[in-house]
């Protein structure tokens, strides 16, 4: 069977390797994807940014593409983590939780992460909600990245609050959409979202990889 090639460009195998060795949710493929639609969205000059940062696996890929451009990559969560990463669910990692206050508590984790990577200067944390951060932001954005809450408050949330901010041109990336219900656990709220950016009529498919969705922005509105 012939090799299916990867998205281009890939990180430096420096990169690669933090990526790979650092907690988190995102396979391979869809970080290789997510680091060519970031390398792709630096370009414009604009701030990319993440909703759900865990403990900054996919955040390496994009501050890597942005340290590449002399941009700066943002990422936005509460530390606190996801319903369905709580204790007694399927996503739950012990080794997460803060034993002083008995929460999850991934803001340690997420520095080491970005500190053995060497991309501490490339990104700004925001720990906050992310309506709130939202409501908060002025400025345009290359491109947004939603990995946040699953469920329907959540991701609508998101993209209610941050994809106005995507530039002419810039890209909205959403990941774990599922458009068939038996594949996941953690629900179809970021499919939905999918499909109200698309009926929006804003933004243009450009590229699938697994889950991962990148859309352009290629009219107003929103
Ligand atoms: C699926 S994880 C992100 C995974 C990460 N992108 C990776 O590559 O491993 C979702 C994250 O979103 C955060 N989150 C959920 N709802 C949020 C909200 N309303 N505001 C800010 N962060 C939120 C959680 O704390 C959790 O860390």
């Known amino acids: ?7 281009t460009p890939v990180p430096e195998p420096e990169i690669l390797a933090a990526f790979e060795a650092a907690k988190g949710f995102m396979p391979r493929g869809e970080g290789l994807a997510l680091y060519a639609a970031a390398t792709e969205a630096a370009a414009l000059g604009l701030p990319l940014l993440e909703v759900g940062t865990y403990c900054g696996r ?3 890929l994009l501050a890597d593409a942005a340290r590449r451009a002399g941009v700066t990559a943002i990422t936005v969560d509460h530390h606190r983590g996801s319903e369905e990463q709580q204790p007694g669910w399927e996503y739950h990692d012990p080794e997460t939780v803060d034993p002083e206050v008995g929460l ?3 803001l340690p984790t997420f520095r ?3 500190r053995r990577a060497g991309l501490e200067d490339h990104v700004i944390a925001v720990v906050g909600r992310s309506p709130q951060v939202a409501k908060a932001w002025g400025g345009a954005l290359g491109l947004v990245f939603i990995d946040g809450g699953h469920t329907d408050e959540h991701a609508t949330a998101d993209y209610e609050g941050w994809a106005p901010h995507v530039a002419e041109g810039g890209l909205l990336v959403i ?3 599922f458009p068939d219900p038996v594949d996941i ?3 179809q709220a970021p ?3 999918y499909l109200r950016a698309l009926e929006s009529g804003a933004f243009t498919e450009v590229a699938v990889t697994d889950s991962l969705r990148v859309l352009r922005r290629t009219a107003p509105g929103i």
């Open 1 to 7: 069977m012939a090799a299916v090639a990867e998205p």
């Open 58 to 60: 996919s955040t390496i």
């Open 104 to 106: 999850m508590d991934t």
């Open 112 to 114: 080491r992460t970005l």
């Open 175 to 177: 990941h774990d959409v």
């Open 185 to 187: 656990m953690t629900g």
């Open 191 to 193: 499919y939905r979202v």
